[in-house]
T-cell receptor, first 114, second 112 residues
């Protein structure tokens, strides 16, 4: 297992377009998290899954954002009608259920909305 | 109030000098505490963690952090830094036992 994989690494899109990011977690981990990180800030929690169930969503996750983990393995994060304020690094992480061992993060997807 | 507060946004030090990166947490988070490091254009890597037991925890590359309940702090220290330690460091804690919340980060810059 090579860790948490995120695809693409970089995405440039025009305002108003839809984008979708993919995250492949560590296979033994049943929890998967999405975070957003803007320049000079710490990661901000967006949502998390336990297996295929989405258990919590942040207020940051507007109705233009949707996340899925259909089979409890990989996850997708879609942003519809992108805005310039959506420009950020989107980080995915996974963990065992308790999470006490810490999260394993992917390298992130950097989104630039022009 | 911020759940996890990192008091310094940037810390410049000279190579081989000691360094302390400060982190304070609020009562709204648990005392499962973590430090993560982020090198340029990479994701976050776990540096060390405190769950219970000894209040002093160490990483494999010479960093250590001490959990201080009375001061609600979990400061990160290294007695002698190297150029390769240049990175952004994030303190984190569990909120509601469900998700990690992070501080704003401290950029550590090592000058030769």
């Amino acid at each position: 297992d090579t860790g948490v994989s995120q695809d693409p690494r970089h995405k440039i899109t025009k305002r108003g377009q839809n984008v979708t990011f993919r995250c492949d977690p560590i296979s033994e981990h049943n929890r998967l998290y999405w975070y957003r990180q803007t320049l000079g800030q710490g990661p901000e929690f967006l949502t998390y899954f336990q297996n295929e169930a989405q258990l919590e969503k942040s207020r940051l996750l507007s109705d233009r954002f949707s996340a899925e983990r259909p089979k409890g393995s990989f996850s997708t994060l879609e942003i519809q009608r992108t805005e310039q304020g959506d420009s950020a690094m989107y980080l995915c992480a996974s963990s065992f259920q308790t999470g006490e061992g810490g999260y394993t993060f992917g390298s992130g997807t950097r989104l630039t909305v022009v | 109030a911020q759940s996890v507060t990192q008091l310094d946004s940037q810390v410049p030090v000279f190579e081989e000098a000691p360094v302390e990166l400060r982190c304070n947490y609020s009562s709204s988070v648990s005392v499962y505490l973590f430090w993560y490091v982020q090198y340029p254009n990479q994701g976050l890597q776990l540096l060390l963690k405190y769950l219970s037991g000894s209040t002093l925890v160490e990483s494999i590359n010479g960093f250590e952090a001490e959990f201080n309940k009375s001061q609600t702090s979990f400061h990160l220290r290294k007695p002698s830094v190297h150029i390769s330690d240049t990175a952004e460091y994030f303190c984190a804690a569990f909120q509601g036992a469900q998700k990690l919340v992070f501080g704003q980060g401290t950029r550590l810059t090592i000058n030769p």
